[in-house]
């Protein structure tokens, strides 16, 4: 029977979630997908990313291996082999997919490969097959889009950037959002010399402004040339140098012509949804980027767990402002809560705790002391407002603060609480005590 | 150091009480636990234990007086110096602040903790506990109480596991500030905490915690903080609406039993079809309904009736008069048809239009709304099939008419559509038996299913 409880098109962080937590629940559940199991989050976004970037880190770490004490090998000589970089990287997203596969299998969603046209809320059309749903769950996802610059010179994507067949000597990046940021970076690390070109004149403003000043030194530092007020432009054809865009992205509703015409809005190509990713549609709901919120794999996998709940009637608002942020690169960003202009401007009372890296034990012993904690909180209840963390592994010790303001903590809480020594998350204690007036292991 | 004793929320919805008698004077040490008054509630009759050892240094209010919760109720020098500089702790608050002043035992012997939480304490430190009552709550949303002296434990919580969040604390003040506003009764302390917490919030010190802006968002914030006037508005009752409310609080006293049933009525239909053929003025259901429903009644007179418990007396009426409850833009209004069984279906038909028309222009006079001695609800024409409408006090039974619908019904063993009638009965169990009220309903649907029956009793 082609009759189910719920449909869900698009099996990215957000739809696989749902399916999961849909099916999970006794929903009937069937999840539609026209390429591959996982969105691209997981096949060419985060994960793959991530596995180049680990190769990166590896390689700055061991060119520091005389001075941590090695020898045998001119480690100067060791170069990235990009070729088996992006091997490796495939090989962590094959197993990652193939758990997500098995996971669904399991759960016993029924899964239907190809494009899906929505007829109506109800009927949705699949490889000339009609499937029937009580809720439809749209999480098709966006898209980066390549802008047509020129014929002759071939324009890569966050997405397609994994078909550079060679390490290029130079890469030109089409916009300074985090992914053109991230992707920097990580050329930087492997040596190929980078340009950015970012049409504003200013970037990534959101970042309180402690986070963007050490970004700002981390591309100089890089040699990464940042050109703010520039559009993106082909001007060097050789080669060697390889572009990339990642400029806008769109949401995908192609396919959505029907629904749209029968009332769901959309807004600059994105769903417009409620705080409980509710369309305009009964019975429609949009997660992940297909609703333009905000374009995070994280945001996306709590959409699609707690629109399950709303399906169900128990109604959850999404909290929007609670998402941690990430930067990923050889030293990381991670935020959650207010920057301290915002904070400010918000007229709380705001109290300001930093602590650097280069007072911590654990970060001296492991030769990587760049970076801080800033805690943001407001004097009158003592509440977390923002944290604000650059580290090595800051998206990791970002952790603490998410559910430390989840749980409406107070600067009380986190100065009451033991953290481990030697670790790097002392910092976040040595920065609560420091917001307090009361620091311990700084002046 | 002084210690302010605020009057404890000691549950039940019960926001005062009067100072029966003081059991210590000014100036007596008080050891904790140790009685400091009697305090008389709507509901309870409490001994107040002290919660901490000291000086009785001022009482609160004298005997007689009414004293609010989270009045103070007790100035006590805990340190029997001679310092009475009230200190405020600057420490932040433990996470059980469950400050509790000792059992209160109700006047039915129902013995029931109290909270406590609604005690501002300026020295939290030393207060000690003699019994504990833990709420899950972020410790914002403790402090924000423990600030705003609101007693935790009567918050419902929304966040993870029923914590209770901030945000459900200023719901809970804005809820009991509507509350406040709408009791007619002035309430002094309600309404002087008010304006602090209006201050405060005007203050903006704590606003709802808001986004980092993430990538390339367009989130919509969640606005709604603490309480701005923006949040909700106060309606005071209409004259009619303090009616409405009056009555329907009278209605639910009436023990009121429920029976249902559906009539088939196609004959009705088909009969009704038929006369408004040639007719400008188109006959409606309701005043045949009505006709068949005055035949019933003359044969079950008890139900109707009027019933005046307080004298002990029951008036059954010889004549049927029929209340037609009329939603208007104003509230519900109640015209009576008087004399339903004298008349005739034409006379009722062009009577009812008027009164109904009277009611929506508020043109109806209170006697047009008298004398009922039954009344009809009609509440299938908005929707719903079976319904449960309130007894119109002193009236014993209320007819309730759902959505006319088509159904598939069995008759001589074979399923057919039919045309139906859905009815409520609730009745007045002290006045009419439940054998009675099944008979009357099933003479009724006789009467609304047969045409030849309907046409030969009414």
Request: hydrophobic residues 35%; proline residues 4%.
């Given at each position: ?7 869900i ?9 749902a ?8 929903l009937?559940?069937?999840?539609i997908?026209?390429?591959s ?28 291996g ?16 990009w ?39 109800r ?22 889009e ?12 966050p ?11 130079k890469?030109?990046?089409?916009g300074?959002?985090?992914i ?26 959101y ?39 990642a400029?806008?992205r769109k ?35 949009a ?26 009637g ?61 805690v ?33 903590s107070?600067?009380w ?22 917001a ?8 | ?18 100072i ?10 008080v ?13 309870v ?18 005997e ?18 001679s ?18 002043v000792?059992?209160l ?15 501002l304490?300026?020295d ?18 403790r402090?924000?109480?423990?600030d ?25 003040l804005t ?7 709408t009791?007619?009764?002035p ?28 990538a ?27 009616t409405?409310?009056k ?11 429920l ?29 045949i ?5 005055a ?9 109707n ?57 508020r ?5 047009e ?7 009809i ?18 009236q014993?039974a ?11 019904v069995?008759?001589n063993g ?30 009724f ?9 309907f046409?030969v009793?009414?």
């Open positions: 029977m082609n009759y189910f409880d719920l449909i098109i698009g099996s990215g962080p957000a739809g696989y979630v399916a999961l937590r849909g099916a999970q629940k006794g009937k559940t069937a999840l997908e026209k390429e199991i996982g969105g691209v989050c997981l096949n060419w976004g985060c994960i793959p990313s991530k596995s180049l970037l680990a190769s990166a880190q590896l390689l700055e770490k061991i060119k520091k005389e001075e941590f004490g090695l020898t045998g090998v001119d480690f100067k000589e060791i170069k990235p082999n070729e088996k970089m992006k091997q490796r990287a495939f090989k962590v997203v094959d197993k990652l997919t193939k758990g997500v596969q098995t996971l669904l299998k399991k759960g016993g969603i029924t899964i239907i490969t190809g494009e899906a046209t929505p007829i109506s809320s009927e949705i059309k699949v490889n000339e097959e009609i499937y029937t749903t009580k809720n439809l769950i749209i999480a098709t996802g966006s898209s980066y390549t802008p047509e610059l020129n014929k002759d010179t071939k324009i890569y994507t997405k397609t950037v994994y078909s550079i067949e060679k390490l290029p000597e890469i030109v990046i089409g300074a959002g985090v053109g940021i991230e992707f920097a970076l990580l050329f930087s690390l492997l040596g190929v010399k980078v340009e950015i070109h970012e049409k504003n004149s200013q970037f990534m403003e970042l309180d402004r402690d986070s963007h000043d050490f970004l700002t030194k981390t591309l100089k530092k890089s040699k990464i040339d940042l050109q703010l007020s520039k559009e993106f432009t082909i001007e060097d054809r050789s080669e060697n140098t390889a572009y990339l865009s400029i806008s949401g995908n509703i192609s396919t959505l012509n029907n629904l749209i015409n029968q009332g769901l809005t959309v807004e600059n190509s994105f769903i417009k949804t409620d705080l409980k990713c509710r369309t305009t549609l009964p019975n429609v709901y997660i992940g980027d297909v609703n333009g919120k905000i374009m995070l794999a994280h945001v996306a996998s709590t959409e699609g767990s707690y629109v399950i709940d709303t399906i169900l128990e109604e959850k608002d999404i909290p929007y402002d609670m998402m941690p942020f990430n930067l990923y690169a050889s030293t990381e960003f991670a935020s959650i809560g207010l920057s301290e202009d915002r904070a400010k401007e918000q007229g709380f009372l705001v109290e300001i705790g930093k602590f650097p890296l280069s007072a911590n034990g654990k970060a001296l012993a492991d030769g990587n002391s760049d970076g801080f904690v800033k943001i909180y407001e004097k009158k209840y003592g509440e977390i407002l923002g944290v604000h963390i650059v580290a090595p592994n800051a998206t990791d010790l970002i952790g603490e603060a998410s559910l430390g303001m989840r749980l409406e107070t600067i809480d986190i100065a009451a609480t033991v953290h481990p020594h030697p670790t790097l998350i002392e910092t976040f204690l040595e920065a609560s005590f420091k307090m007036g009361e620091p311990l292991h700084i002046t | 150091m002084v210690f302010e004793f605020r009057f404890p929320d000691i549950g039940e919805g019960v926001h005062e009480g009067k029966l008698q003081w059991s210590k004077k000014e100036g007596e040490l050891r904790e636990g140790d009685i400091l008054a009697t305090v008389e509630t709507d509901k009759v409490a001994e107040i234990p002290s919660p901490k050892e000291g000086v009785l240094v001022k009482k609160g209010a004298f007689g007086q009414i004293i609010h919760v989270g009045a103070i109720f007790a100035i006590l020098d805990t340190q029997n110096s310092d009475n500089s009230i200190e405020e702790s600057k420490k932040p608050l433990k996470e059980e602040n469950a400050g509790v000792g059992e035992e109700t006047s039915n012997g129902f013995v029931m903790p109290s909270s406590g939480e609604g005690i304490e300026h939290i430190e030393n207060i000690s506990l003699t019994s504990r009552k833990s709420v899950l709550a972020t410790p914002v949303a402090k924000m109480a423990s705003l002296s609101v007693d935790i434990s009567k918050v419902k919580g929304t966040g993870p596991s029923g914590r209770v969040m901030k945000q459900d604390i200023s719901d809970f809820t009991s500030k509507i509350k406040d506003k009791d007619e009764k309430n002094e302390f309600t309404n002087l905490d008010l304006k602090n917490r209006e201050e405060k919030n005007s203050n903006k010190t704590h606003p709802q915690t808001p986004s980092l802006e993430g390339l968002i367009n989130s919509e914030k969640n606005s709604k903080n603490f309480l701005t006037t923006d949040d909700y508005k106060v309606e005071k009752l209409s004259q009619l609406r303090k409405i409310a009555n329907m609080t009278e209605s639910h006293n009436i023990p009121t039993a029976v249902q049933d559906f009539a088939i009525i196609d004959q009705i239909v088909a009969f009704r079809d038929r006369v408004n053929q040639n007719r400008d003025e188109r006959i409606s259901f309701q005043p309904f009505m006709k068949a429903l035949a019933t009644l003359r044969k079950f007179s008890i139900v009736s009027n019933f005046h418990p307080e004298k002990e007396e029951i008036y059954i009426f010889s004549s049927i008069n029929i209340g037609v409850a009329v939603d208007t833009q104003f509230g519900l209004m109640v015209p009576v048809i008087k004399n339903v069984e004298s008349k005739s279906i034409i006379e009722i038909n062009k009577e009812m239009k008027t009164l109904v028309e009277k009611a929506k222009n043109t109806i006079t209170l006697d709304m008298r004398g009922g001695t039954i009344t609800s009609n509440y299938g024409s908005f929707g719903g099939v079976y319904g449960k409408p309130m007894i119109l006090p002193p014993t209320i007819i309730g008419f759902g959505r006319v619908h088509q159904t598939p069995v008759q074979e399923i057919v559509p039919a045309t139906i009638l859905p009815i409520s009965l609730p009745f007045d169990h002290r006045v009419i038996d439940g054998a009675t009220a099944g008979s009357f309903l099933t003479e649907i006789k009467t609304l299913s047969n045409i030849d029956y046409l009793h009414i």
